[in-house]
């Protein structure tokens, strides 16, 4: 268990970051959940995490590329429980474009939400944890922070930043023993958004449901299955643990082996 600590996860609406909100409120922890989606939908998952857990449950809608609206979540968070203990920047915004096609536009949303907003939101929470002597930061990363694939360039971009970010980070507080920041680098992960491009590749290919969830995984190398959101939730509770203050500035795959095996079957 974790408990009392006051945690904020950003796009949390659904998929990891919802699953992150859950496990966090499970281990004892008030939530700022943030993220966008249909508002009865976000009120109902946010009551079920808060009345299945006994957490307190609160949600902000700030849009992350905003700046004075990120500052605001920091300061709700902070109104509301007192502190921000743990941040978890999972929110993510993905285009799918080649360099030369690639809208700058798009380019600088992409970087506001993947990279700025988790870099501002840090340097807000990180006076408090000092503060206190106690805090943790997990950053997403991805696989696509450890190599490319091709149409991604604002995802691998933001992705390898993150494990620059995360490392900085550990850097400058590497002398305050109980604060950490660290980033996970998940294969791929069964959410809504997995989904979604299961269904795209389904429709492009005249593939079955079932054969373009197997056609999906074969082609990124994933050979031995989805990871399941809550696994991915459970490393970030993990790593929230007072047991893991010795672990910061660390890039941790949880990939089944993806990342360790990109050669295998490459040939001699
Ligand atoms: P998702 O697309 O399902 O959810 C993204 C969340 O971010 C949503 O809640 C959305 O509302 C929120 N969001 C988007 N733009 C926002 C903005 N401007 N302001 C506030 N919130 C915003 O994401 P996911 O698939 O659950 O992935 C979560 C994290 O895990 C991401 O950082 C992603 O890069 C990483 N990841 C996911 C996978 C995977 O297979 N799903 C694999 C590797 C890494």
Request: net charge negative.
């Given at each position: 268990?974790?408990?009392?600590?006051?945690?904020?996860?950003?796009?949390?609406?659904?998929?990891?970051?919802?699953?992150?909100?859950?496990?966090?409120?499970?281990?004892?922890?008030?939530?700022?959940?943030?993220?966008?989606?249909?508002?009865?939908?976000?009120?109902?998952?946010?009551?079920?995490?808060?009345?299945?857990?006994?957490?307190?449950?609160?949600?902000?809608?700030?849009?992350l590329s905003d700046e004075n609206q990120l500052d605001?979540?920091?300061?709700?968070?902070?109104?509301?429980?007192?502190?921000?203990?743990?941040?978890?920047?999972?929110?993510?915004?993905?285009?799918?474009?080649?360099?030369?096609?690639?809208?700058?536009?798009?380019?600088?949303?992409?970087?506001?939400?993947?990279?700025?907003?988790?870099?501002?939101?840090?340097?807000?929470?990180?006076?408090?944890?000092?503060?206190?002597?106690?805090?943790?930061?997990?950053?997403?990363?991805?696989?696509?922070?450890?190599?490319?694939?091709?149409?991604?360039?604002?995802?691998?971009?933001?992705?390898?930043?993150?494990?620059?970010?995360?490392?900085?980070?550990?850097?400058?507080?590497?002398?305050?023993?109980?604060?950490?920041?660290?980033?996970?680098?998940?294969?791929s992960v069964l959410t809504p958004n997995t989904e979604?491009?299961?269904?795209?590749?389904?429709?492009?290919?005249?593939?079955?449901?079932?054969?373009?969830?197997?056609?999906?995984?074969?082609?990124?190398?994933?050979?031995?299955?989805?990871?399941?959101?809550?696994?991915?939730?459970?490393?970030?509770?993990?790593?929230?643990?007072?047991?893991?203050?010795?672990?910061?500035?660390?890039?941790?795959?949880?990939?089944?082996?993806?990342?360790?095996?990109?050669?295998?079957?490459?040939?001699?």
């Open positions: 268990m974790i408990e009392s600590r006051n945690a904020i996860v950003t796009g949390s609406t659904r998929g990891i970051g919802e699953a992150i909100a859950r496990a966090l409120a499970t281990d004892g922890c008030n939530v700022m959940m943030n993220g966008f989606g249909d508002a009865d939908e976000i009120e109902r998952k946010r009551a079920s995490i808060e009345a299945d857990t006994g957490a307190t449950v609160k949600f902000h809608g700030a849009d605001d979540l920091t300061s709700s968070a902070v109104d509301a429980f007192g502190s921000v203990d743990i941040l978890v920047n999972n929110a993510v915004i993905r285009y799918f474009h080649d360099i030369e096609n690639f809208d700058r536009k798009d380019w600088n949303h992409a970087l506001a939400v993947n990279v700025t907003a988790p870099f501002l939101l840090s340097q807000n929470v990180l006076p408090g944890m000092r503060a206190q002597g106690w805090g943790r930061i997990v950053n997403f990363s991805s696989v696509l922070g450890l190599a490319a694939r091709s149409g991604r360039a604002d995802y691998v971009t933001s992705k390898t930043a993150m494990l620059g970010l995360t490392r900085a980070v550990a850097a400058e507080t590497r002398s305050e023993k109980n604060i950490t920041c660290n980033a996970l680098c998940p294969g979604m491009k299961i269904a795209e590749l389904a429709d492009e290919t005249g593939l079955s449901a079932d054969e373009a969830k197997d056609e999906y995984l074969r082609r990124r190398g994933q050979t031995t299955g989805y990871i399941e959101p809550a696994r991915v939730a459970g490393l970030v509770t993990f790593l929230c643990q007072d047991a893991a203050s010795d672990i910061t500035g660390a890039a941790i795959p949880i990939d089944r082996g993806r990342s360790a095996t990109w050669l295998d079957g490459a040939g001699e």
